[in-house]
């Protein structure tokens, strides 16, 4: 059986090392996706993302929300669960303090990886609390 938490675990390590260096994320990434691959976000953050333009302008996107913001982040409690070819990530994020929030914020997000074959089909993550995500950022 193959570890799908092993390639989880290096997709997000690979993700957060990118997430600033656009040609490092664009030479990698077919490492992990397809361009049949889905990334599915809350309508109101990203919504549904299809292939390798789908997760460039996932990433585009999230760069610009952190670059704008000025907000550094941390995680931790990460854990995984595989069932198959499924795998759940859950983990918690806590972002520093900027304007209209001096404490911070921190949250939960539970990630679904269903692999085909070696490579993600599809990745759907779920917000603790989407709206609170939303105006943490605006």
Same mark, same amino acid.
């Given at each position: 059986?193959?570890?799908?938490? +092993?390639? #989880?675990? /290096?997709?997000?390590?690979?993700?957060? @090392?990118?997430? *600033?260096?656009?040609?490092? &994320?664009?030479?990698?990434? =077919?490492?992990?996706?397809?361009?049949?691959? #889905? *990334? #599915?976000?809350?309508? @109101?953050? &990203? !919504?549904? *993302?299809? !292939?390798?333009?789908?997760? %460039?302008?996932?990433?585009?996107? +999230?760069?610009?929300? +952190?670059?704008? %913001?000025?907000?550094?982040?941390?995680?931790?409690? @990460?854990?995984?669960?595989?069932? !198959?070819?499924?795998?759940?990530?859950? $983990?918690?994020? /806590?972002? =520093?303090?900027?304007?209209?929030?001096?404490?911070?914020?921190?949250? =939960?997000?539970?990630?679904?990886?269903?692999?085909?074959? /070696?490579?993600?089909?599809? *990745?759907?993550?779920? $917000? +603790?609390?989407?709206?609170?995500?939303?105006?943490? &950022? @605006?």
């Amino acid at each position: 059986m193959t570890d799908y938490v +092993a390639i #989880v675990k /290096e997709y997000n390590t690979f993700i957060e @090392s990118t997430m *600033l260096d656009e040609p490092a &994320f664009h030479a990698g990434l =077919s490492t992990y996706v397809t361009n049949q691959s #889905v *990334l #599915v976000e809350p309508d @109101s953050i &990203f !919504g549904r *993302l299809e !292939g390798f333009e789908g997760w %460039s302008q996932w990433r585009t996107a +999230a760069a610009d929300m +952190a670059g704008r %913001s000025g907000v550094r982040f941390t995680t931790s409690g @990460s854990r995984c669960f595989q069932d !198959g070819n499924t795998v759940l990530h859950y $983990y918690e994020v /806590e972002f =520093s303090a900027r304007e209209g929030h001096p404490d911070g914020w921190r949250t =939960s997000i539970i990630e679904r990886y269903d692999f085909v074959g /070696e490579k993600i089909g599809q *990745l759907a993550a779920y $917000y +603790a609390d989407t709206t609170a995500f939303v105006n943490f &950022f @605006s």
